[in-house]
């Protein structure tokens, strides 16, 4: 498997603009975190020194797409920078139809309505994220995960851990007639950024004819995954971050794309597919919830600047970079015997809680407990994905914890340099020599629904 080495090559651009960050004392930083009820969503960003929370809507935009800004064409309808938007999407993807959405839940939530999901119905992915995950079951629907088995392993070493396990969903569709759409999440984020083969995307989508399901991507991260695929899958080397990009779509009926992270955008989305009856009924239930089905949402300078960022997105300088920088984060946490996800996915770092703080039980949450801690001692800001995120209560009331409690440090496109990460590793290091002083959290106010936005905490005296 490709290993960078523990030098970073420079970045393939320089500085234009700067944002200044400060750090903020650990006194300061321990009440701000009494006031925000010891929830990471609820701290100020300005008091967060490094922001790992996401990789979501925090890319650098290029000089390329801040002048794009300037040539928004702010008309209601067929303004030009939508069809700026459906060339490049129609060149990558190969699909007919193109709607933007103002991002990826809006998308999903119109593919949803226009595939009729409702309670007797399921979907299927190899993981969905939680947005997508709660867009089903707010219908009433059934949402099930079938990635490989590996994936919940963080020791095993596999390229494709966001594989779908093929078997089992071949199993599934000979038990059940219920499920209308089959979405692979590329790359999978749920379980750290982990990329899908090309030969698994095919298998699917042999699996998806057979049944004649509709398949769709979640193309949230494909060019990550395109370059994964170009570094792992041997026959595809020769082809360019764009053409696997290509062969990937290719395969589907569809896709949906939160665009803030592989569109290089702080906002935006789109839904791209084939099927005209689909399209249809998307385009006229948006204009209740989103817009005109040429703007979605979204302002026509946001439209030209997610054309231009698809188009840099998809340089393979950028796309060895952006692997580099993540490998380079990785590789020093490993060599310092830091529990971490291996390997080490797309955009992000996942600390394995379970191993980092074994004295911590599930039922007080030590993925949440940690980045607490890291965001008191360090001022980074980083994401449980975890018990708090994931876990569920049976009927009897009995607590089922997910298998994986994973901290993510999302890395931001183009934004942190070296220093930055460097920062990140000394302090996880650091902290994870004072991990037995890291205490448990309960919760005391649970909002149900995507429960991690707003729950509030106390921490547990040891
Ligand atoms: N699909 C995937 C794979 C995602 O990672 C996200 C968002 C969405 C859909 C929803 O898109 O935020 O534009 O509505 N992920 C963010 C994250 C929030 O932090 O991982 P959205």
New binding site residues.
């Given amino acids: 498997m490709p290993h960078a080495n523990d030098t970073l090559p420079p970045p393939p651009f320089k500085i234009k603009m700067i944002e200044p960050i400060q750090l903020t004392t650990v006194a300061e930083r321990k009440e701000y975190l009494k006031v925000a009820g010891y929830n990471i969503f609820n701290i100020p960003a300005e008091k967060v020194y490094i922001d790992l929370l ?3 809507g925090t890319s650098a935009m290029s000089d390329y797409q801040w002048s794009g800004l300037m040539l928004g064409d702010e008309s209601y309808a067929q303004c030009r920078n939508f069809f700026n938007l459906e060339t490049v999407v129609k060149d990558i993807t190969g699909f007919k139809f193109v709607i933007p959405t103002h ?3 809006s998308a ?1 939530n119109l593919v949803c309505y226009a595939l009729n999901l409702d309670k007797t119905k399921s979907a299927v992915s190899n993981q969905f ?1 939680d ?2 995950r709660a867009n089903i079951e707010s219908v009433g629907a059934k949402a099930h995960d079938l990635v490989i088995p590996e994936a919940y392993n963080t020791l095993i070493h596999h390229d494709f851990k966001g594989n779908m396990d093929t078997e089992a969903l071949e199993k599934l569709l000979t038990q059940k007639s219920n499920i209308v759409v089959i979405i692979v ?1 590329v790359t999978n ?1 749920t379980g750290g950024g982990q990329p899908v083969s090309l030969k698994n995307i095919v298998t699917v989508s042999k699996i998806a004819k057979k049944y004649d399901i509709p398949f769709f991507l ?1 193309a ?1 991260r494909f060019a990550e995954n395109a370059y994964f695929i170009k570094l792992r899958e041997k026959e595809y080397s020769d082809l360019t971050p764009k053409e696997i990009a290509q062969k990937m779509f290719s395969y589907t009926d569809g896709c949906m794309m ?1 665009a ?2 592989d569109g290089l955008v702080n906002i935006g ?1 789109f839904i791209a597919l084939n099927n005209e009856k689909t399209y249809t009924r998307i385009k006229e239930r948006m204009v209740i919830t989103e817009g005109f089905p040429t703007y979605g949402g979204l302002a026509g300078r946001d439209l030209e600047a997610l054309a231009r960022g698809l188009t840099e997105v998809l340089s393979e300088d950028y796309l060895k970079y952006r692997y580099q920088q993540l490998q380079y984060l990785g590789n020093k946490l490993e060599k310092a015997n830091i529990p971490i996800l291996l390997p080490v996915g797309g955009h992000s770092i996942n600390l394995d809680a379970l191993r980092f703080l074994p004295h911590i039980p599930q039922s007080l949450f030590p993925g949440w407990a940690l980045t607490i801690a890291l965001y008191e001692n360090y001022g980074i800001r980083s994401v449980e994905l975890g018990s708090v995120m994931f876990a569920y209560q049976k009927e009897d009331n009995t607590w089922v914890y997910p298998e994986l409690e994973l901290v993510r440090l ?1 890395i931001p496109r183009r934004v942190y340099s070296r220093e930055h990460l460097d920062y990140v590793c000394h302090s996880i290091i650091e902290l994870y020599k004072l991990k037995e002083q890291i205490k448990g959290l309960k919760m005391t106010h649970d909002p149900g629904l995507l429960r991690h936005f707003n729950a509030i905490f106390e921490p547990i005296a040891k």
């Fill in positions: 996401t990789d979501s991002q990826g839940r999903e994220f947005t997508t999440t984020n979640d949230a939160s803030k992270k989305g999302a």
